[in-house]
Structure formats: structure tokens, C-alpha cells
């Protein structure tokens, strides 16, 4: 199962499983990072669980600082 889909660039799919092994975690957010210093504008339509459970090593990388402007592309909501 593809987890985040960029074939129909820049629409990004991204289905989020219920459940993320911690051996997947690092990859999944490589492939997330990948397209954030693309540093392009794209679409991100997610679908799925809103946080997988039993995830932990997931749950703790995707709340990394480094991601922490990505809804605003960077830019302050003001």
C-alpha cells in the first residue's frame, strides 16, 4: 500500500493506516519531507485515521519542530 502518493503531482494523496510500525515511521517522513523542501506549492488530501494508534515512534517524529510551519507554508497566520 502506497502511504503518500505523488503521481498526480501537485496533488498529493496521502491515506494514513491505522497503524504505523516504528520501522516504517522514519520512511514515511522521509517520503512527507521529501516533498516539503521540494519547496513547491502542492495540494495534500488526506484520508484516514487522523492519528494511527499504537504508533508511538510516528506520533513522536511527525510532531518534530521542523515540521511545525508546514500548514501555514511557513508563513505566519497573521
Known amino acids: ?9 501537485p ?3 496521502w491515506t494514513m493506516p ?11 517522513l522521509g517520503a512527507f519531507d521529501a516533498l516539503l523542501t521540494r519547496g513547491e506549492r502542492f495540494v495534500l488530501i488526506f484520508d ?15 510532531k518534530g519542530p521542523h515540521r511545525a ?7 505566519s497566520s497573521r
Open 11 to 13: 496533488v498529493v494523496r
Open 18 to 28: 491505522a497503524v504505523i510500525p516504528g520501522e516504517e515511521a522514519d520512511e514515511l
Open 1 to 9: 500500500m502506497t502511504i503518500i502518493d505523488a503521481s498526480a503531482w
Open 69 to 75: 510551519g508546514f500548514a501555514t507554508g511557513g508563513r
Open 48 to 62: 484516514g485515521v487522523e492519528r494511527p494508534e499504537q504508533s508511538s515512534r510516528f506520533n513522536r517524529l511527525y
